[in-house]
């Protein structure tokens, strides 16, 4: 099945910017779907399509997709910004949606 | 606001068949284009998509479980049930009822709060 590569974690200090990958092989072809889980909630869909924000999602975080890896980028990160980040697309072999592994945004 | 609630046994043994409701609002699987599913995640780890059921009926389970899922609806009742057979203590884990956007290509846009489910004897 197809593979997504997420690295473990990702340190930023408030105010900049954090940049959170995906790669997956060919990945530009696929749509990539991002979220955001703190500790012990649910997961919250922050993009779709690559790039679309659902209503309520600040504009801080946006999303783009290209070659080999897509990207989540967050502007501005703030402290409630410290989570879970997990990116997900549709595989087109299996007919199944996947999961990268995930990678843990600390706000330094 | 699309709502999603599971609920079921938090603990089961080895070997028994898991049983959980979903039970949702603002949302009908009577609606062309409605579906529901089920994600699971084990502690620490990332979620694993289980199972979703649609409008028309139409089921589609994950292929590392396909042989112990079973997904059903009660469209009068706004509610999905997924039955897990012969689980064992590696099933342990949360397990997320979620609105599926799509019928390929999909995401989920609105989460259960989660159902945490220990295998244990």
């Known amino acids: 099945s197809y593979v997504l590569t997420q690295a473990p974690s990702v340190s930023v200090a408030p105010g900049k910017t954090a940049r959170i990958t995906c790669g997956g092989n060919n990945i530009e072809t696929k749509n990539v779907h991002w979220y955001q889980q703190k500790p012990g909630q649910a997961p919250v869909l922050v993009i779709y399509?690559?790039?679309d924000r659902p209503s309520g999602i600040p504009d801080r975080f946006s999303g783009s997709n290209s070659g080999n890896t897509a990207t989540l980028t967050i502007s501005r990160v703030e402290a409630g910004d410290e989570a879970d980040y997990y990116c997900?697309?549709?595989?087109?072999?299996?007919?199944?949606?996947?999961f990268g592994g995930g990678t843990k945004l600390t706000v330094l | 606001q699309i709502t999603l609630k599971e609920s079921g046994p938090t603990l089961v043994k080895p070997t028994q068949t898991l049983t959980l409701t979903c039970t949702f609002a603002d949302l009908s699987l009577s609606t062309s284009g409605v579906g529901v599913g089920w994600i699971r995640q084990p502690p620490g780890k990332a979620p694993e998509w289980l199972a979703a059921i649609y409008w028309d009926d139409d089921k589609r389970y994950g292929p590392s479980l396909k042989s112990r899922l079973t997904i059903t609806k009660d469209t009068s009742k706004n509610q999905v049930v997924l039955t897990m057979t012969n689980m064992d203590p590696v099933d342990t884990a949360t397990y997320y009822c979620?609105?599926?956007?799509?019928?390929?290509?999909?995401?989920?846009?609105?989460w259960g709060q989660g159902t945490l489910v220990t295998v244990s004897s």
């Open positions: 399509y690559d790039s």
């Open positions: 979620v609105h599926v956007r799509g019928v390929r290509r999909i995401y989920f846009d609105y």
């Open positions: 997900q697309v549709w595989d087109s072999v299996s007919d199944d949606p996947v």
